[in-house]
């Protein structure tokens, strides 16, 4: 039998053991594995890249005692946004979105006075407290937690001035919001995600950036655009738009794009294509003028798309002998031709190639 005193010390070990334990993560957003919540982001259209993946699955998958919040910086067009809808897609959460802009109020994002309340209460109808007073998207979004899984999307939080950063250091850090007309709202933190996505355009207060998870969001590689557009789209015209959208993304130099073709942007040439295709269009410039807007949205881009068409070797024409002067109509049939390489044949095919023997012979 055991003595009495070794007794008493071996059930303090145990204790000491327990106590010891990290805690349970009993985190309401089923994501398992990464791999896992990489193949089910796969499944509702985003393609996600395995370093994210990983990332995302770390943070709901430990112990957090505050409420666990993502920042996501990067590029527009990089799926930052479609990321988190995805995301609450494939785990049944709730997903609630502020989106920010220039010059916005911020006072309304705890609460904010009822305009049907004030009227009731002029004509007479008495008004508690907590009618008196709407509950901001923040406000909503911690009640919300309470019955189960929730996502607020904060986007482009970086478009209004950082006076919005102070207003998210105290929900997030002790998962609770003070309120004028009612009791504090407290938040399950293991059913709230805040995602906080922004640009360049500023950079965060320093004490909100001590309560996110950080990570750099990038354009996606070039398999996992072509896993995006393959399902709709030619194979060679996949193969060419991504090739394009690569070639416009790692530009650089005197000119540079500001904002190369996203996913999306690069699927709605593909469908537009096909459609010009399906439809019996089959002239280089008329096609190319179609989606030169959709795969050059901005005017800096557009620019810069048609000095790269005009100057670049690569891209030059043997049949124009100077493209400086040429018109914009050439300009959106060598964009064309570019997309509809090895879709369909080009009629002056043999002239070029005949022309560019001949300024090959010049030059030797």
Not at 54 to 76: C, F, H, M, N, W
Not at 88 to 109: E, H, Q, R, V, W
Not at 189 to 206: A, C, M, P, Q, S
Request: aromatic share 8%; with cysteine; glycine share 6%.
């Amino acid at each position: 039998m055991m003595p009495l005193k070794r007794q008493h010390l071996t059930a303090l070990d145990d204790k000491r053991k327990v106590s010891n334990q990290e805690p349970e993560v009993t985190c309401g957003f089923d994501i398992q594995d990464p791999a896992s919540l990489k193949h089910r982001l796969g499944e509702v259209g985003y393609q996600c890249l395995d370093f994210v993946a990983y990332q995302i699955a770390l943070v709901l998958s430990t112990p957090s005692d505050k409420v666990r919040a993502l920042l996501l910086e990067g590029p527009s067009g990089c799926g930052k946004s479609f990321m988190a809808k995805s995301l609450a897609k494939i785990t049944g959460a709730d997903f609630m979105c502020l989106s920010c802009y220039t010059g916005m109020p911020t006072a309304n994002l705890i609460e904010s006075p009822s305009t049907l309340a004030m009227v009731n209460a002029m004509t007479g109808k008495d008004q508690d407290a907590s009618s008196m007073m709407n509950l901001g998207v923040l406000s909503r979004a911690f009640l919300n937690s309470q019955k189960g899984p929730t996502i607020l999307l904060v986007d482009e939080l970086d478009k209004p001035d950082s006076a919005i950063d102070t207003f998210f250091l105290g929900p997030i850090q002790d998962g609770k919001i003070w309120l004028e007309s009612r009791a504090p709202i407290e938040a399950n933190i293991n059913n709230l995600l805040i995602l906080f996505t922004k640009n360049f355009n500023r950079t965060l207060d320093e004490a909100l950036l001590r309560r996110v998870h950080p990570i750099t969001m990038t354009y996606l590689d070039s398999t996992l655009e072509k896993n995006i557009l393959s399902p709709h789209c030619l194979p060679q015209l996949v193969s060419n738009l991504v090739d394009l959208a690569d070639r416009m993304r790692q530009s650089d130099g005197s000119y540079k794009f500001q904002r190369p073709p996203a996913p999306e942007e690069l699927l709605s040439a593909g469908h537009y294509i096909q459609k010009l295709l399906e439809w019996g269009c089959r002239d280089f410039n008329f096609i190319g003028k179609n989606v030169w807007n959709i795969l050059a949205k901005s005017e800096h881009d557009r620019a810069v798309l048609e000095h790269m068409l005009r100057f670049h070797p690569d891209f030059m024409d043997p049949l124009v002998t100077d493209s400086r002067y040429c018109s914009i109509d050439l300009i959106f049939g060598r964009f064309g031709r570019i997309v509809l390489n090895g879709i369909i044949e080009d009629p002056e095919a043999a002239k070029r190639e005949a022309a560019l023997k001949r300024m090959e012979a010049e030059y030797d």
